[in-house]
């Protein structure tokens, strides 16, 4: 199918606008879910589905259309959030005609480039219902698998993650995620971390837990650890990105690894110590060695490689624990600076930003 279709309809881009008449599935036609809860904020039950959007402007249409398609099917309370990310093209120009045509459509423009993950904590706070749906903008999450997530819901069942089958990345990028999500498993602490994706759906109550959370780095598998235990996973397809090519670089997935790692978790600071415990073990075996020699040689260990060896290994051992204890105290220092993890610049709904 065309990208730039919408139902089966041309997007037509005019004076930097896009517009498109969008069709839209009759809620007649929807079904209620008996696992979908009755609470979130006031109290309403239904589906949020939250979308970080960065430039993908001529993909926005049908990832709209089949969003409408396989989320009537399971309730007829439902929203799209489509949160823009700053990236500067002309996504914001097409959300602005779907969130027109579809009032169902709410659409959130950010200041700058935050992140993903921070326009998702965005788009989380800012959704109605009791079910949050996220999946990326680039439609490699087939919307149509949303009903087996949001199915899997349930007592033993907080967060459900789309595990696809088979990933369509390319080899560095998947030989990328799977260390981000070694990394996660430490940050969570939980066996659910080998099979984290993007495409979740959880239980909006879980937000409560990290409404207050403040910091500039974000990673939302982490902070829904803090609200629960209960994780689950379905197997998913994973489909080829159809338009442009990933906005994440292995480089990426490696500083967002990092940033896991040494922002929730203290595993960075116990390998210090291991580290340390090791050379002062090590160094109490050289200096039995120093000592036997002398004793059996009458003389000293001879050498000045073995000198010069020996302090540069110590030396070693002692900046990385020096980097590792400075990671974590630039850390402390940006905490304290309070910096916002994203600031809202316009709504498709309201013309007050908010935080």
Not at 66 to 94: N, Q, Y
Not at 111 to 117: A, L, M, V
Not at 301 to 313: D, E, K, M, R, Y
Request: glycine share 8%.
């Amino acid at each position: 199918m065309d990208p730039r279709r919408g139902g089966g309809r041309p997007l037509v881009k005019s004076a930097g606008a896009y517009k498109a008449p969008i069709d839209v599935a009759s809620s007649s036609a929807a079904k209620a879910l008996p696992t979908i809860p009755a609470h979130s904020r006031g109290g309403v039950g239904g589906i949020s589905v939250v979308v970080p959007v960065y430039r993908s402007a001529a993909i926005l249409p049908d990832l709209h259309a089949r969003l409408v398609e396989a989320v009537a099917t399971l309730t007829d309370e439902f929203e799209i959030l489509l949160v823009e990310d700053g990236g500067e093209d002309d996504s914001w120009a097409a959300i602005q005609m779907l969130a027109a045509q579809d009032p169902r459509v709410r659409g959130i423009r950010l200041n700058r480039n935050y992140g993903q993950h921070n326009a998702l904590l965005c788009g989380i706070r800012l959704a109605q219902f009791g079910v949050i749906v996220t999946l990326d903008d680039d439609l490699q999450n087939p919307p149509e698998e949303i009903e087996r997530l949001v199915r899997r819901l349930g007592p033993d069942a907080d967060v459900v993650y789309g595990t696809p089958q088979r990933e369509r990345h390319g080899f560095w990028r998947d030989q990328s995620s799977r260390i981000t999500k070694w990394a996660l498993q430490g940050a969570m602490g939980s066996e659910a971390a080998r099979h984290v994706s993007t495409f979740r759906a959880f239980d909006a109550r879980l937000r409560g837990a990290f409404e207050s959370y403040r910091g500039s780095s974000v990673a939302i598998d982490v902070l829904l650890t803090w609200g629960t235990t209960r994780f689950a996973h379905v197997t998913v397809r994973h489909e080829s990105r159809k338009v442009g090519r990933s906005n994440y670089t292995a480089r990426m997935l490696f500083t967002h690894a990092w940033n896991m790692i040494t922002g929730f978790s203290t595993i960075p600071l116990q390998v210090a110590s291991l580290v340390g415990f090791v050379f002062t073990a090590f160094g109490l075996a050289v200096l039995a060695y120093v000592l036997i020699s002398y004793v059996i040689n009458s003389g000293a260990v001879p050498g000045f490689a073995f000198l010069a060896s020996i302090v540069a290994i110590f030396s070693g051992a002692q900046l990385f624990a020096l980097g590792i204890i400075g990671e974590y105290i630039a850390r402390i220092h940006f905490r304290t600076m309070d910096r916002t993890a994203y600031l809202v610049r316009e709504q498709t709904d309201s013309e007050s930003p908010k935080l």
